[in-house]
């Protein structure tokens, strides 16, 4: 059983840098588009960036472009995801989610499975 599992989540101060970090275990090495997603208390969750399993190919959300950077080290099957000058709309909880599409869509319907997500907080 593939499970993914996300872990680097915590308090930060705005304008903050925080990592996130992504592990996936239960298969072996492939092609796979992995993506990170987020969730704020009381709102849809919305696609925060995805990276392609040859990791040329990235796709962020206009809401973190500059400030986000996804990256992978598909030896480690580990993908991250460097977030600097945080803000408070930043705050909630991220998920990673994995797809066997080659492209980096933003469509959270084609990921499957998802990691069982880790908070950000953001405040002063």
């Known amino acids: 059983q593939v499970r993914l599992v996300e872990s680097g989540g915590g308090l930060v101060q705005p304008g903050d840098s925080l990592t996130l970090s992504c592990a996936t275990s239960?298969?072996?090495?492939?092609?796979?588009?992995m993506a990170w997603f987020r969730q704020a208390p009381g709102k849809e969750r919305e696609f925060v960036a995805a990276i392609g399993w040859m990791a040329d190919k990235t796709n962020y959300a206009d809401s973190v472009k500059g400030r986000f950077t996804i990256s992978r080290d598909s030896a480690k099957m580990t993908v991250y995801l460097q977030m600097g000058d945080l803000r408070p709309e930043d705050t909630a909880v991220y998920y990673c989610a994995s797809t066997s599409i080659s492209n980096p869509s933003a469509v959270s319907s084609v990921y499957n499975p998802w990691g069982q997500g880790t908070q950000v907080t953001v405040s002063s």
């Open positions: 239960g298969r072996t090495r492939g092609t796979y588009t």
